[in-house]
């Protein structure tokens, strides 16, 4: 092989462009089938998806290493497998989601109230209604029932799964109306909010890890009918390599639009997806339902989460109903853990050393540590609010 063809192979593989990407190779890998004989902890397969009972869910979390098996399996099916899973009655007590959504409607109501109107990024303005960072001002304006929501078990084990600890909750709960039309089929965060210019500029390791920062998800807030226009997904298509590139070319649609597959969903379903796999909601074709779910968008902690969220403000909002709910034991502590993780920075940095010096390791305590061990000491809720707003002077450069 000569230098020149050596080095252009070297350059394509790694500097990926509007071009980049066959149409065959995408086709072949989106036939795929799945097999529920490989995914031995489903409940079944529908439409090319893996589906996932709650109840068992929540027996499995109970045993620490079926727990393991089961997010292993999860991995596996994000990232080789259909790359998307649901989870029946992810959070099992309904009344907790119909208090959540009567919290959503009063946000919706009071920001229109206010002038405001929140665009979605993919659907045309006035097709949705949407609160950006819903985690935040859910957790402010219902504290206890913002704990009860995240201490789902099925939350928790899937952004652990593909994320490990100290991931970083971020939510907006969309809804869309009746007549509400469908998003352009795409892929998401990083990478997927790039216009094609802006992901050139990335070298193709970059393409690779992205899918790797967060993890897609979703709550359902009512029962979702196809005609309501649930989210479509094209099974398989996250493991194309250059489809953040490829996705938005005429003929990369067409294949979404041929092959997408879409399931119902009931109130209290979860849906999780890798953010690379192509996907897009719905036609709302209904005349009366509005369709209603909170989307879930986990970070990292090796990253950043797409929103500002002021975590020393919802600690202080949620530790007095986790302290009451611990004290009474109407939450489990793993349960709490769970809300916990939703409420607290779970990552040291950044920081100022001078200030916040490491004390036994190499990092400072987070956010979450203290709050759980606050908890644990049983301090006094003022307390715990002076202990929060003092370690936010302490990270001030």
Known sequence: MDTQTLTSRRRQKVWLDKESGKIDAFKELVAQATNPH?????????????????????EI???????????????????????????????????????ATEVFNAIVKAEKAGGKAAADHFAK????????NSLQKHA????????????????????????????QMTAQMNRVNPGGKAQVPHRDYHLGFMSPEQMQGYPGHIHAISPVLTLQGAVAHCDMPVESGPTLFLPYSQSFFEGYLAFGRPE??????????????AKGDAVFFNPAL??????????????????????????RAMESVDRDAMC???????????????????????????????????????????????????QNTM??????AGMDPDAFAAMVEMLAVKRRA
């Not at 979390?61 to 989870?87: H, K, N, Q, Y």
């Not at 099925?154 to 593909?162: G, K």
């Not at 996907?279 to 968008?297: C, E, T």
């Not at 809300?339 to 400072?364: C, K, M, Q, R, W």
């Open 38 to 58: 490989e995914w031995p902890l489903a409940s079944g397969v529908v439409k090319n998806v893996l589906i996932y009972d709650g109840s068992r869910v929540r």
């Open 61 to 99: 979390a109970r045993d620490p290493d079926a727990r393991l098996e089961l997010m292993a399996e999860w991995v596996e099916a994000f990232s080789t497998g259909p790359g998307v899973i649901v989870i029946k009655r992810a959070i099992a007590d309904l009344s907790v989601i119909d208090r």
């Open 125 to 132: 303005p006035g097709a949705n209604d949407r609160i950006w």
């Open 140 to 167: 402010l304006a219902d504290p206890e029932n913002f704990a009860r929501y995240y201490a789902s078990e099925a939350i928790a084990m899937a952004s652990e799964a593909w994320l490990g600890r100290g991931y």
């Open 252 to 265: 990369f649609q067409a294949v979404f639009a041929e092959h997408h597959v879409q399931l119902p969903l």
């Open 278 to 303: 192509m996907h897009g909601a719905g036609n709302n074709v209904s005349k009366d339902i509005w369709r209603m779910a909170n989307l879930l968008q986990v970070s990292s902690a090796f990253g």
């Open 316 to 366: 202080k909002a949620v530790y007095p109903a986790l302290l009451a709910a611990r004290s009474s034991g109407s939450l489990t502590s793993s349960q709490v853990a769970n809300a916990i993780a939703a409420t607290a920075e779970g990552y040291a940095f950044p920081t100022n050393l001078d200030s916040d010096p490491p004390v036994g390791g190499l990092a400072p305590k987070t």
């Open 371 to 376: 709050m759980t061990e606050a908890l644990e």
